[in-house]
T-cell receptor
């Protein structure tokens, strides 16, 4: 089956620093990857849609300058949280979709804690 | 705008009892509906989608356009069904992005 990995699984950083999270599709090429944020005991909120080779499409209310997304290849998308603040602490989940398919395969998530 | 509503945050049933997790949606066009499940300490995974019209792990869900619902049902709950269940909608043609409900935590009591 389609497998998506994320790295790191957990990260703790100081306020003001930047953190990069990687999302990889291990056994398929994903033209589209998605980034979600999940607060404790809440649902997944779509942050942005990332298409290989083009700019990401951000959902309303998501600061594109704060959450930088790069989809440099068909198997890798990165989310960089710039100048992180404690309120950015959350669980970030990526997913990848097969070309021309509606199914998304989810990564295991990254727990970000900003001190 | 699309919206997915799961009215129950928590649902507990006894093993062997029927279970129904409710999902209602709001969308002006023809949506595609999904149920995703997240077992403890595992990633989110697809359980079923309405266009497949199949039963997975004993679960079924029927899209009712009149009631704009996509309730998930299983006649006899098992302990291993305990998990977080999310209903999701894919709306816009050509886009793969999903909109999730707030989820229902199902606990099956032995």
């Amino acid at each position: 089956g389609a497998v998506v990995s994320q790295h790191p699984s957990r990260v703790i950083c100081k306020s003001g620093t930047s953190v990069k999270i990687e999302c990889r599709s291990l056994d398929f090429q994903a033209t589209t990857m998605f980034w979600y944020r999940q607060f404790p005991k809440q649902s997944l909120m779509l942050m942005a849609t990332s298409n290989e080779g083009s700019k990401a499409t951000y959902e309303q209310g998501v600061e594109k300058d704060k959450f930088l997304i790069n989809h440099a290849s068909l198997t890798l998308s990165t989310l960089t949280v710039t100048s992180a603040h404690p309120e950015d602490s959350s669980f970030y989940i990526c997913s990848a979709a097969l070309p021309a398919a509606a199914l998304q395969y989810f990564g295991p998530g990254t727990r970000l804690t900003v001190l | 705008a699309q919206r997915v509503t799961q009215p129950e945050k928590l649902l507990s049933v006894f093993k062997g009892a029927p279970v129904e997790l409710k999902c209602n949606y709001s969308y002006s066009g023809s949506p595609e509906l999904f149920w995703y499940v997240q077992y403890s300490r595992q990633r989110l995974q697809l359980l079923l989608r309405h266009i497949s019209r199949e039963s997975i792990k004993g679960f079924t869900a029927d899209l009712n356009k009149g009631e704009t619902s996509f309730h998930l049902k299983k006649p006899f709950a098992q302990e291993e069904d305990s998990a977080m269940y999310y209903c999701a909608l894919r709306g816009q043609t050509g886009a793969n992005n999903l909109f999730f409900g707030t989820g229902t935590r199902l606990t099956v009591i032995p």
